[in-house]
């Protein structure tokens, strides 16, 4: 059955830390697609210069928002306090969390709010998500979409069988899914609770939280495009996921993950034994892929060539064939991007 009114379900909850910048864009990019609904702004900048900003109203004359300053996000519990009490807030069925380098095709989103409101079973759904690169080339900006589908749906009957699944087929897009907000809202206030120092298991919270709580749904259609190498150069992102193993806590906060998973589940003594082998293969897999990432010596030359990107991008443009949606999305940022900001230019990967 379709909704009469889908934009009363559902608030897109963007995040901000700094980048200013990135935040024009994003508000820019919401108000060229006429998006209907409602934003809530969750600000830990160091300053509050968007909220001066948002003060002129002709900025973004198609979009709905409120904007509220939390203060700096110095630390990950200011950030886990910020985002626990922003969807507090929050009075919609739905939210989908959002940062000001994510672009969302806001014309699907009625399509999984549909989706929702006819399956209770399910508490999130979302679709594909594709990986965005910017590059600057004599002072103008473009965009190139590098397609990369790896999203999968979580549709399995039982919470045991859901998370197994997941954890064989890891797949982190599924953050940015359109979640019951009630859910999503008790994983916030565990993660603020245990007051987490690793912002990755803060994300596995969420990943594989929200298949204890029901299904996930995935629909093969444009859902969002992520800008790649953008994270806030800070203390909270800088470090590898290998040194935060070994020295962040992480073995002691992901036994408290499991910990807090395992309430959810009532296993018999072989489901427990496999669920045991599962929790240690993925850590396995995440120690694995730290070593990579620190080793990944191609990646490093790629970021720091500014040579190698172009000549990257400028192959890829050639050889793939794009979609429509692709085409309008180029289009779309294009047309927002062209900018003599220097700053902005400076954050391109």
Known sequence: MRMENSTALLTILLFLKDREAFTYRWLQWMNENRCPYP????????NNNIELHLQN?????????????YGED??????????????????????VMADNDDFFCIDTFREHLDFLENNHDYVGSYGKVDMLFLYNKKSHV??????????????QD??????IYQMKNYRAQNYYAIYTKEHLLTLHQFILEKKFQNI????????????LFGKINYLDKAYLFRQLNTSSNTQLYKNTLLHKICFNRFKEEYMIYIENNNTYLTLNTNEEKNLSIEYANFL?????FGKKEKDAYFTKLFHSTKLLRTLYYFVYNIVTQKTQEQIKLE??????????????FKTLN
């Not at 934003?39 to 160091?46: K, N």
């Not at 039982?158 to 998370?163: H, K, N, P, Q, V």
């Open 39 to 46: 934003i809530f702004i969750a600000d830990g900048s160091q």
């Open 158 to 163: 039982t919470e045991y069988d859901r998370l």
């Open 331 to 344: 289009t779309f940022l294009n047309k927002i991007l062209i900018t003599k900001n220097q700053e902005f």
């Open 284 to 288: 396995e897999f995440l120690i694995n």
């Open 74 to 95: 110095s630390s990950y519990e200011k950030f886990y306090q910020k985002a626990q009490n922003a969807l507090s807030r929050i009075e919609t069925k739905y939210v």
């Open 200 to 211: 990755e298991i803060h994300e596995y919270t969420i990943n594989f939280g929200m298949t």
């Open 57 to 69: 109203s002709k900025n973004y004359p198609m979009l709905q928002y409120k904007y509220l300053y």
């Open 142 to 155: 473009h965009s190139v979409i590098n397609k990369r589908a790896n999203s999968l749906a979580y549709k």
